[in-house]
C-alpha cells in the first residue's frame, strides 16, 4: 500500500506565502515523477509543476517565477514554495506521484487527498 499525504495549505493575503508538502510512504521501492496540480471551482485539474528523480523541473507558465518545487528523495517528499500569491492561484492543491511498487516493482500514480489554498485580496 502507497499513501500520499499533503500538507501546508490555508489562507493567505495576495502578496504572501505558502509552502505545501506531500510525503509518500508505504512500499516504495522508487519514485519517478512528483508533481502538484490544482483545481479551482468549476475548472480542470491542471498541472502546476513537476519534478523528476534527477531534478529537472516544469512549471505552468502561470507560476513561473513565483513557485518552486522541490524534492528530497531520501524522504519521499516533495515540496512547493508559493510565493507573490494571487488571487487566481485559490484552488485545491493535489500532490501526485509516479511510484515504482515494492516488492513487485510495478509503477502507479498515486493522488493525495488535496489541500485548500485560499488567497484573499
Known amino acids: 500500500q502507497v499513501h500520499v499525504v499533503e500538507s501546508g495549505g490555508g489562507l493567505v493575503q495576495a502578496g504572501g506565502s505558502l509552502r505545501l508538502s506531500c510525503t509518500v510512504e508505504?512500499?516504495?521501492?522508487?519514485?519517478?515523477?512528483m508533481g502538484w496540480y490544482r483545481q479551482a471551482p468549476g475548472k480542470q485539474r491542471d498541472l502546476v509543476a513537476n519534478?523528476?528523480?534527477?531534478?529537472?523541473?516544469s512549471y505552468a507558465e502561470s507560476v513561473k517565477g513565483r513557485f518552486t518545487i522541490s524534492r528530497d528523495n531520501a524522504e519521499n517528499t516533495v515540496n512547493l514554495q508559493m510565493n507573490s500569491l494571487k488571487d487566481e492561484d485559490t484552488a485545491v492543491y493535489y500532490c501526485?506521484?509516479?511510484?515504482?511498487?515494492?516488492?513487485?516493482?510495478?509503477?502507479?500514480?498515486?493522488w493525495g487527498q488535496g489541500t485548500q489554498v485560499t488567497v484573499s485580496s
Open positions: 519534478i523528476t528523480s534527477g531534478g529537472s523541473t
Open positions: 501526485a506521484a509516479e511510484v515504482v511498487v515494492a516488492p513487485a516493482l510495478s509503477t502507479y500514480d498515486y
Open positions: 508505504g512500499s516504495i521501492f522508487s519514485i519517478k515523477y
